[in-house]
């Protein structure tokens, strides 16, 4: 089983309040899971989390994070002024984008932040966009290609979109040298949900080497490399969670035989914001045809991830969390589609209407992707605080905010 940091009964009387389906964040398990990937850095001085926005874009959460000295990931002009608002500003903000509107480059120079440049092009694309002249500092994504395949949501490097190549890498930097840059940054991610530890290692040992390559070829110094993300979850209960402090030791390791004196950087999301995150539902049907399937009143629009890549995650029904599985059944949503699941022929206890289940590991990348496919309104969020009480962070959507973006009298 997986714990959950709540009971059925205060599950219960939450939703005499609050309707189902809604997602409910617990802000210790978020605090603890950021304090002890910060702890698997901390020989580093100036080691930085840049929070993926991406995953978890609530300002209450992003507050958090702040208060726990973590920067912003951002990836559009909306989670640049998301940041803005929560007091992320300057170089606590890493813009990484890729196929970037002019306005986005604009915003982020406003804000002072690293901007992330995915492109060879966009370095020209960049100077126009900002009137003729480049930030002071610059940093550029590599994709490295064939160095190694990496099975993974993002797949081979090599059918990435994203990066710069090898070779592109070497002239880019010559490029922003000679046009008055500078200080340099370097970026890579080419994995992700990873959970063998050697694998950060190698990523390291990469990036590390590339960097001195650099330096010598072409005459500047490397102020930070930002190893990315890709730092996984255990979403399954028998799965042996990434050990972070290895992690963090091996990258020492490789640090220091390099003799490295650079700044580490990383920019997780999942790993940081999943645990924290539940998705509560309740039953509303029963069928049984050529299957078994239980129908809840949330769906694909509220967490994509199971339909969109048959991506697990772990279920318990609050009523028997500890009971034996005895049935086999498909847990499905109301949406016109037939990926529309959140569990596939999976085991559970005995499930009746009424019965609240409780979808771990949401916190990243659950309500962020949601949509409106089929008329269907985002779910409220809801934050349990430290001190025990329940915060509203996000109200529910109505009809009337589904309908207000239309221009016509309908």
């Excluded at 009387?13 to 605090?31: A, H, I, S, V």
């Excluded at 659950?366 to 025990?388: H, I, P, S, T, W």
Aim: glycine share 8%; with cysteine; hydrophobic share 40%.
């Amino acid at each position: 089983m997986k714990p959950l940091p709540f009971t059925r009964d205060f599950i219960e009387n939450l939703t005499e309040r609050y309707p189902t389906p809604f997602y409910l964040y617990d802000e210790r398990t978020l605090r603890r899971t950021a304090q002890n990937f910060a702890n698997a850095f901390a020989w580093n001085p100036d080691f930085k989390e840049y929070f993926a926005v991406k995953a978890n874009p609530n300002p209450a959460l992003l507050e958090i994070l702040h208060s726990e000295n973590f920067g912003g990931d951002c990836s559009s002009l909306p989670e640049l002024v998301l940041c803005q608002r929560v007091g992320i500003t300057g170089e606590n903000i890493m813009f990484t984008s890729n196929n970037t509107p002019a306005a986005e480059y604009v915003k982020a120079n406003e804000l002072d932040a690293i901007i992330n440049l995915d492109d060879i092009t966009h370095i020209d694309f960049l100077e126009k966009s900002l009137g003729g002249s480049l930030p002071e500092l610059l940093s550029f994504r590599w994709n490295p290609g064939n160095l190694r395949d990496v099975q993974s949501v993002i797949g081979n490097p090599v059918e990435a979109k994203y990066g710069l190549t090898t070779e592109q890498m070497f002239e880019a930097y010559k490029i922003v040298k000679q046009r008055g840059v500078k200080r340099f940054g370097l970026h890579t991610m080419v994995a992700s949900n990873m959970l063998q530890p050697e694998f950060f290692r190698f990523t390291a040992k990469s990036v590390f080497e590339f960097v001195l390559e650099i330096e010598r070829q072409v005459g500047i110094q490397i102020e930070f490399v930002n190893l990315g993300g890709g730092f996984g979850v255990a979403y399954r209960p028998d799965q042996t969670p990434l050990d972070m402090s290895r992690v963090g030791a091996d990258i020492q390791e490789e640090y220091d035989k390099a003799k490295m004196t650079l700044k580490i950087f990383t920019e997780s999301g999942r790993y940081i914001a999943a645990e924290s995150g539940t998705l509560i539902t309740r039953v509303i049907h029963e069928k049984n045809t050529y299957k078994r399937y239980v129908g809840v009143d949330a769906c694909m629009a509220n967490l994509m991830r199971p339909g969109m890549y048959g991506a697990y995650h772990h279920i318990t029904v609050l009523a028997a969390p500890l009971a034996e599985r005895t049935e086999t059944v498909d847990i499905v949503g109301s949406l016109c589609e037939n990926c529309d699941k959140f569990a596939v022929n999976r085991d559970l206890p005995a499930i009746g209407i009424g019965d609240l289940l409780a979808i771990h590991d949401a916190g990243a990348h659950g309500y962020a992707m949601g949509f409106q496919y089929n008329g269907k309104l985002r779910c409220a969020e809801l934050l349990l605080q430290e001190d025990g009480n329940v915060r509203l962070i996000r109200r529910a959507e109505t009809m009337d905010d589904y309908f207000a973006t239309f221009t016509s009298r309908h």
